[in-house]
């Protein structure tokens, strides 16, 4: 994960103040991986986009022609998701989660498009099949912060479920962590088990 500032990702959804304090607290995790990643295989990149290797300056139409055209690019379309969930484009970043999770050959391409296609799914109304999607996702990866803490969201302040937040939550709280990020989980840890006790 990179700093803080291109973490604090402004996630617009339609829907009530909880919705948007939960999509702006969860973009604190979402994983900003640089967009000059390699998009798949040698072959992929070069049948895609004659060798497209820096996606940094290639715009979302031309990512969309791109996938649209060569649909296996599983990679280059996990960019693309990225990129919609940053402008807040959670429909749109739905959309090629899915399609990722239906083509992806490699488990952490599989684990990575579940974990967003959960999150997206549960921000966009479904929180029982997003949490359903992130518990797929974990099964690949267990140990992945964003699922984790896209779960424990989910649990907690859509499903209203504090005692199947704490799992997520104590797990993440044993990994390694910045400052920033481990203020944010402890704080919501605290609620959670206050919550829990309290039930």
Do not use: C, K
């Amino acid at each position: 994960m990179t700093g803080s500032g291109d973490r604090r990702l402004v996630l617009a959804i339609a829907g009530g103040m909880a919705l948007t304090v939960l999509a702006l607290l969860a973009a604190f995790w979402i994983a900003d991986r640089d967009d000059d990643e390699p998009a798949g295989t040698a072959a992929e990149q070069a049948a895609a986009a004659a060798d497209a290797a820096d996606l940094s300056s290639v715009p979302d139409d031309e990512l969309e022609r791109v996938v649209a055209e060569h649909p296996g690019v599983v990679a280059m379309r996990l960019a693309l998701v990225e990129r919609y969930l940053r402008a807040g484009e959670l429909e749109s970043a739905q959309h090629h989660a899915e399609e990722a999770a239906v083509r992806a050959e490699v488990v952490e391409d599989r684990a990575r498009a579940l974990r967003y296609l959960g999150w997206t799914t549960a921000l966009l109304g479904d929180p029982e099949q997003g949490e359903g999607l992130l518990v797929q996702s974990l099964a690949l990866e267990p140990a992945n912060r964003d699922a984790l803490y896209f779960l424990a969201r989910v649990r907690f302040d859509q499903l209203d479920d504090a005692a199947g937040a704490l799992e997520p939550l104590e797990q993440l709280t044993a990994l390694d962590m910045d400052d920033e990020q481990r203020q944010l989980i402890d704080t919501l840890l605290a609620q959670v088990r206050e919550a829990v006790g309290s039930g």
